[in-house]
């Protein structure tokens, strides 16, 4: 057989090995259907998708110079889902309102009532009262001049159109302290004491001293009501009214927790809040000072589970340097509340909304955040925190807790921690 011939039957061959491994057109033409069955595209489930979103976050948070924490727990699951340095104790800011909140919620109830009441004490004769009429003071913080030209009313009304006494402030429901517990003297803050006006309160009248005169604003303003009324009265002072002085109640001015609450949270109102924690040592004792105030804040953190050494309590509004929380706990009393549909429901209606209304009104807009975060805020110098609840993209609540400390910039932690909130919410 010539060469030539021998190349022809090998190329033959070769040709029809070829064709035998090539798949027939019929089964080309099957070949994408049935490829796409046999593989399987795997879909990581949001729990994975978030857990690798927040480690990014936290890596970028251990690159950061100020310092970061945070707890994120799945409220639907009753699990935790993130957390980074939750166990370190930070400033907390205004998110101290939460703890506040709270406790308060769970130990008075949000009926509970604020009630700034008139005693006349003596007897009268031909329209004149000879005695003294007592304002008892409850560290109401919505009293207004339409509240004191009520008060003036409800005397003339009641047959009182010359008091031969005084017109007397009842302080004693708080001790003397006109700032709270480890606030700084330049800090834009209100002064404490159970009679304001407008959510202003009387001038200390010894700053150096921290005390105040409780017959400057408040009564010379309640005072020139009275006179408005055609009341004259002998004069303005102090002293302290006794259930046993057989006085007689003329009015009482009253507004529920529930009420203070809304303007504490939205707005961020120290003077609220400084109000709401006096309130729990007031049902203590009488002329409570910061520290009974404090002692029942611990009372609902051990009621609540946890332990009271994960916090230092200093005062009601995040104002004091001596507050100090973790995210760990701030997460867990959320949680706490979040069971407790008496505390959840007024808490959690009472917060700011990212991008719509109070603290979070310009924040977290465009987002996916926007609508889905119902959080307190808290900002002092160098201190940038964010505290509430967040109705992630799975359909769940979550609490949280972002807690930063040391920035130059509040806008660099609020944008660390508004990107938190979309990540969950996307």
Known sequence: MTQHHTMKRHSIILLAALAWLMPHPHLMAQEPADSAEMVEVYTPS????????????????????????????????????????????????????????????????????????????????????????????????????????????????????????????????????????????????????????????????NFKINRYDPATNFMTALAAEFKAEGISIGGIGTATYRADQNGTRVCTITHTLREILTPMMKDSDNLMAESMFFQLGAEKKREAGWKDCASQVESVITGAGMSANWAIVADGCGLSLYNYITPGLQAAMLRYAYHNPSIFEPLYHSMPIAGVDGTLANRMKNTPAQNNVHAKTGSVTGVSTLTGYLSASNGHLIAFSIMCNGQKRAAEAREFQDRICAAMCE
Not at 55 to 66: F, I, K, S
Not at 144 to 151: G, I
């Open 46 to 205: 949001w729990d994975e998708r978030m857990y690798n979103s927040l480690t990014l976050l936290a890596q970028e948070a251990d690159r950061n110079y100020y310092n970061t924490g945070m707890s994120i727990y799945d409220l639907t699951t009753d699990s935790l889902i993130f957390a980074y340095n939750q166990h370190k104790m930070m400033r907390p800011a205004s998110t101290q309102k939460v703890l506040t909140a709270i406790a308060a919620l769970d130990l008075l109830g949000a009926d509970h009532q604020y009630a700034t009441t008139l005693y006349a004490k003596g007897t009268v004769a031909d329209g004149q009262l000879t005695g003294d009429v007592y304002v008892v003071g409850d560290f109401d913080p919505m009293l207004t001049s339409q509240h004191l030209k009520q008060m003036a009313t409800q005397v003339k009304a009641s047959g009182i159109s010359r008091i031969n006494g005084r017109l007397l402030a009842d302080v004693s429901m708080k001790d003397t302290l006109c700032l709270g517990n480890g606030w700084c003297w330049d800090d834009d803050q209100p002064f404490l004491t159970p009679l304001s006006l407008s959510g202003k309160a009387y001038e200390c009248s």
